[in-house]
C-alpha cells in the first residue's frame, strides 16, 4: 500500500529538529531507519502529516568513550555497533545481538535509537539495554533529561518519552571487567521477531556470581526485566540448580499473549525458560577466565 500523503523535513540539528516537533505537535512523527513507522504509514496504521527524519544529524551518530561509560547517538546502525572493536571487546553482548536483528540489509539502515526508542515488545535492544542498566539521553523544547532504560517501557509502543522529546544517545555503564554476557533467541526464521529471547550479564567474585541480570525480549507487553531470575544467582557459583532457578523465575515472569502466531502462552513461557538457561550458561562461560 502507498502512505498517505506527508510533508518531509530533514533537519541538519537536533534544535532544528526538535523546532519541527514543536510546530508540528502530534501531526509530526520523527523517523529514524524507518523499518518500524514506514510499514505502519504504508497500512495506514500512522498517517502524520509531517515526517521529521534524523538522518542528516552528524551529532547523532557515533560511539564516545566517556571514561565510565560509552555514549552511542541513536542514529548509529547496527552495522556500526557490529564492526565497532571498541564495543566488541568491552561490550560485545552489543555485536551479539546486533547479528541477530533481522538481516543484513535492515542492518545497514536500522539504528539503535529506532530500535529502544518505539517500545515495540518485539525488538532485540530494549532487554540488552535493561541488562546493562542503560540510560536513554532526550531532548525536547523543555531541554534534555535522562531517562533510566529500566523505567523507560510502559508497554506496547508506550514509552516515558514526552511529546516533542526525541532520543539523541545511550549511555552504556562499562560492564566489570571479567563480566560475562549474552543474548540468546528463538525464532521461527531468520530475520523473524524472537518467540522468546533472554539477555543474561553476570559477574564472578571468588567463584560466586555477585552480580546478575535477566531480561526477556517479546513476552509481554515490553521487555521484562526478571528481578527475581538475577537474585536467584547472586551468591551462587552458576551451577545447574541455580539456573534452574533462575529459569523458573523468568518463565512465571513472562505474560505472553494468550493467542499469538509464534505460539500458545504456555509454550512461549516455556521458551523463554530454556533461552535463560542457554543464556546465563554462556554468559557463566565467558565470564570465567580462559573459556569463551
Known sequence: ????????????????????????????????GGHSLIPMMKLRLAQPSHLVDLQ?????????????????????????IILSKVLA??????????????????????TLGGNVAN???????????MALDAVYLVKGAGGTREIKARGFYQGAYATALKDGE????IRIPKPAAGHGSAYVKQKRKIGDYATAAA???????????????VVLTNVGDAAIFAEAAGRALVGTALDAAAIAQAAQAAADAAQPAPKDARGP???RKSVAGVMVVSAVEAAARRARPGQA
Open 119 to 129: 517500545g515495540d515488545p518485539g525488538n532485540d535492544m530494549p532487554a540488552v539495554m
Open 265 to 267: 502462552a504456555d509454550f
Open 199 to 213: 539477555a543474561a550479564i553476570v559477574a564472578m567474585s571468588g567463584g560466586k556470581c555477585s552480580s546478575a541480570a
Open 56 to 80: 542528516d544529524i552528524a551529532a547523532l551518530k557515533g560511539v564516545k568513550d566517556t571514561g565510565a561509560a560509552f555514549e552511542i547517538g541513536a542514529m548509529t546502525t547496527q552495522r556500526d
Open 89 to 110: 571487546a568491552a561490550v560485545p553482548i552489543l555485536k551479539e545481538t546486533s547479528e541477530q536483528i533481522a538481516d543484513p540489509q535492515v542492518r545497514y539502515c536500522g
Open 1 to 32: 500500500m502507498i502512505p498517505a500523503a506527508f510533508d518531509y523535513h530533514r533537519p541538519a540539528s537536533v534544535d532544528d529538529a526538535v523546532k519541527l516537533l514543536a510546530q508540528y505537535g502530534d501531526e509530526a512523527r520523527v523517523v529514524a
Open 166 to 169: 526525541i532520543l539523541t544517545a
